[in-house]
Nanobody, 124 residues
Framework: QVQLVESGGGLVKAGGSLRLSCAAS????????MAWFRQAPGKEREFVAA????????KYADSAKGRFTISRDNTKNTVSLQMISLKPDDTAVYYC?????????????????WGQGTQVTVSS
C-alpha cells in the first residue's frame, strides 16, 4: 500500500510557474510507476504526465509537452511536476497517482493509489 500527499499548488498568473510535489509512503515506492492527473470543474480527470520506476520512461499529455516536467527522487520517495508557461486552461485539481507496476500508463484506472489533490489556479 502507498499513501500519497500532494503539495505546491496555488494561485499563479498566466505565464508563471509552479512546482508540485508528491510525498509517498509505503512499500516499494521505487518500483511503482507514478503519474500526475488533473481534473477541472465539470470535466473528466485527465492524464498529465507519468514516469517509470527508473525514470527512464517519461510520458506527457500533448497539453503538457514542452511546459511540464515530471521527475522523481526514489531516495526521498517524492515525485515532482515542474510547470512553466502556465495557462488558465491548466486550472484544475492536480492528483498524484501510483500504479502497482513499473510501466507508466495514461488511463486513470491503471493507478491504484491516489493523493487528495492540490489546487492549481491560473489567472488570465
Amino acid at each position: 500500500q502507498v499513501q500519497l500527499v500532494e503539495s505546491g499548488g496555488g494561485l499563479v498568473k498566466a505565464g508563471g510557474s509552479l512546482r508540485l510535489s508528491c510525498a509517498a509512503s509505503g512499500r516499494s515506492f521505487s518500483s511503482y510507476a507514478m503519474a500526475w492527473f488533473r481534473q477541472a470543474p465539470g470535466k473528466e480527470r485527465e492524464f498529465v504526465a507519468a514516469i517509470s520506476w527508473s525514470a527512464l520512461t517519461l510520458k506527457y499529455a500533448d497539453s503538457a509537452k514542452g511546459r511540464f516536467t515530471i521527475s522523481r527522487d526514489n531516495t526521498k520517495n517524492t515525485v515532482s511536476l515542474q510547470m512553466i508557461s502556465l495557462k488558465p486552461d491548466d486550472t484544475a485539481v492536480y492528483y498524484c497517482a501510483a500504479s502497482t507496476g513499473a510501466i507508466p500508463q495514461q488511463r486513470p484506472d491503471s493507478y491504484g493509489y491516489w493523493g487528495q489533490g492540490t489546487q492549481v489556479t491560473v489567472s488570465s
